[in-house]
Nanobody, 122 residues
Framework: QVHVVESGGGSVQTGGSLRLSCESS?????MGWFRQAPEKEREGVAH?????????YADSVMGRFTISQDNVKKNKVYLQMNDLKPEDTAMYYC?????????????????WGQGTQVTVSS
């Protein structure tokens, strides 16, 4: 069983920045972030191939969010979120999976963290 743990959520004002961290207990091919706002379905944000470093983003965060891998711990990733907007407010979940595909589909991820809350106020 792979355990996934997120950290780094918080509250910021519009235009602010936050960095989320996620570490899995074992290395998997793909690690990524999803989010779920109140009364909305969970949606993919970004993910990364831990072998090649390839990344994929949702259109809504392109150019504002960056997913990256720790230089030493290849089972640890970060999500740098800049120029945050109120619509980014959500519970953010880290996920890990055995494959990397250029899509953000929950079915590709086998292991999930408990989530960390991000709140952006106007």
């Amino acid at each position: 069983q792979v355990h996934v743990v997120e950290s780094g959520g918080g509250s910021v004002q519009t235009g602010g920045s936050l960095r989320l961290s996620c570490e899995s207990s074992s290395r998997t091919v793909s690690m990524g972030w999803f989010r779920q706002a109140p009364e909305k379905e969970r949606e993919g944000v970004a993910h990364l191939d831990t072998i090649t470093g390839n990344t994929h983003y949702a259109d809504s965060v392109m150019g504002r969010f960056t997913i990256s891998q720790d230089n030493v711990k290849k089972n640890k990733v970060y999500l740098q979120m800049n120029d945050l907007k109120p619509e980014d407010t959500a519970m953010y979940y880290c996920a890990a999976g055995p494959v990397f595909m250029y899509r953000l589909n929950e079915a590709d991820f086998s292991y999930w963290g408990q989530g960390t809350q991000v709140t952006v106020s106007s």
